[in-house]
């Protein structure tokens, strides 16, 4: 968290305005629960399976945040399981949460991911179709989205693809920006990120 708050403090903003989501997938119990103990309460996980067997029984009073690609046969799960849902990036998963929202009358913040980097092998929408999709997940499915993810390719510069995030966010009057990671996530709080997700740099480097 010293991190995060020079980093705020350097680009003058408040360190209260971003959130540290700690990526908690694939961690063994013993490696969170320090984490918790140390007050963190907002976690983000990959995989809806992994993620309610992991905190079932113990997400009390926590935000739990899925940062990894939801498969719209896993919406029912998702939308009864998750506060925050980060990777809306298709029609067809729209419709399948908002069929559960509406069946559940539970609904997770959502945000959209947008594949900044235009990869094939990434998930999120293409910059140039995420305000159509930003319109159509607002007036045809109803959802209300709180705000925008991205994850840039690894071995680009991540300014501009957080950059470019910010620009399609003002666009369309979102506020939240997810974006930075371990890594990077000093430049993506230059560049306004509301929320960064990170790794190892909270739970250590992966053995």
């Not at 905190?55 to 998750?82: M, Y």
């Not at 991540?158 to 369309?172: D, E, Q, S, T, V």
């Amino acid at each position: 968290m010293a991190r995060i708050t020079r980093a705020a403090q350097a680009a003058g903003r408040d360190p209260a305005d971003v959130t540290l989501v700690a990526v908690s997938k694939t961690q063994p119990w013993d490696a969170i629960e320090p984490v918790l103990a140390a007050g963190q309460r907002v976690f983000g996980e990959n995989r809806v399976q992994e993620a309610m067997a992991r905190w079932d029984g113990k997400a009390d009073g926590l935000t739990l945040h899925l940062i990894g690609p939801l498969q719209s046969n896993k919406s029912r799960e998702a939308v009864a399981f998750f506060d925050v849902i980060e990777s809306l990036d298709r029609e067809k998963l729209a419709r399948s949460l908002a069929d559960e929202v509406q069946k559940q009358g539970r609904a997770p913040r959502l945000y959209v991911q947008v594949n900044t980097g235009e990869e094939p092998q990434k998930a999120g929408i293409l910059p140039m179709d995420a305000d159509a999709f930003i319109t159509a997940a607002r007036a045809t499915y109803g959802l209300t989205i709180e705000g925008l993810m991205c994850i840039p390719p690894a071995d680009e510069p991540p300014g501009p693809h957080f950059a470019l995030l910010r620009k399609i966010a003002a666009r369309n009057g979102l506020a939240k920006l997810s974006m930075g990671m371990s890594g990077d996530f000093e430049t993506a709080i230059r560049f306004g990120a509301t929320s960064v997700r990170v790794g190892s740099a909270v739970f250590g480097a992966r053995s």
